[in-house]
């Protein structure tokens, strides 16, 4: 199989708080990473696409200061939610490719529940 | 720019019910097309794929037909049970190797 797990699974911080959320690929190495964000009742939204040893790729209207991501390595990623605030609470989804190869499966994590108080 | 849309939910249906969600796609060229599945506390998994025209993406009694002619990914399954009640999600893969989701239909199967 392919499983990608992400910790926390739930976090509560206060407002003004940087909160970093972990993807890991257990069983593969991934040279890509994506990070989604979805809403109640609403679609995943791709927020940036992260390959490992080089700089993260944002989506038009995603903050780049604010959601600093990190792909150090080929089995782990992270999203950093710098000086968050009420309106960053949301369901943060990270998903991972094995090879760097485009229509190549994504597997995707359990998400991330984040409430910013 | 490339959308998905599928039918709101919730869907609640019986035991041995038939299924199906409804999914459109707005899309440049000719992309890849996809139903994955969201069970309660888990990531999402996918359920059948669709690469070109025509094509039928089935797995675990699900099917959906790629439609070019009417820009369609309708989800089916004949009989439903409890256990397929989850959050179904269709997508596209577009020229750029991005997934771009519909809203996600919930399914309520109830015994």
């Known amino acids: 199989g392919a499983v990608v797990s992400q910790h926390p699974s739930r976090v509560i911080c206060k407002s003004g708080t940087s909160v970093k959320i972990e993807c890991r690929s257990l069983?593969?190495?991934?040279?890509?990473m994506f990070w989604y964000r979805q809403f109640p009742k609403k679609s995943l939204m791709l927020m940036a696409t992260?390959?490992?040893?080089?700089?993260?790729?944002?989506e038009q209207g995603v903050e780049k200061d604010k959601f600093l991501i990190n792909h150090a390595s080929l089995t782990l990623s992270t999203l950093t939610v710098t000086s968050a605030h009420p309106e960053d609470s949301s369901f943060y989804i990270c998903?991972?490719?094995?090879?760097?190869?485009?229509?190549?499966?994504?597997?995707f994590g359990p998400g991330t529940r984040l409430t910013v108080l | 720019g490339d959308s998905v849309t599928q039918m709101e939910g919730p869907v609640t249906l019986s035991e041995e019910a038939f299924l199906t969600i409804n999914c459109t796609y707005t899309a440049t060229g000719y992309p890849s097309l996809f139903w994955y599945v969201q069970y309660p506390g888990e990531g999402l998994q996918l359920l059948l794929k669709a690469t070109k025209a025509d094509d039928k993406g089935s797995n675990k009694g699900f099917e959906a037909t790629y439609r070019k002619e009417t820009t369609s990914f309708h989800l089916e399954k004949g009989s439903v049970q409890v256990s397929d009640s989850a959050v179904y999600f269709c997508a596209l893969e577009n020229q750029g190797g991005k997934l771009i989701f519909g809203q996600g239909t919930e399914l309520s199967v109830k015994p």
């Open positions: 998903s991972a490719q094995k090879e760097r190869v485009v229509r190549n499966e994504q597997f």
């Open positions: 992260s390959n490992e040893g080089s700089k993260a790729t944002y």
């Open positions: 069983d593969f190495q991934a040279t890509t």
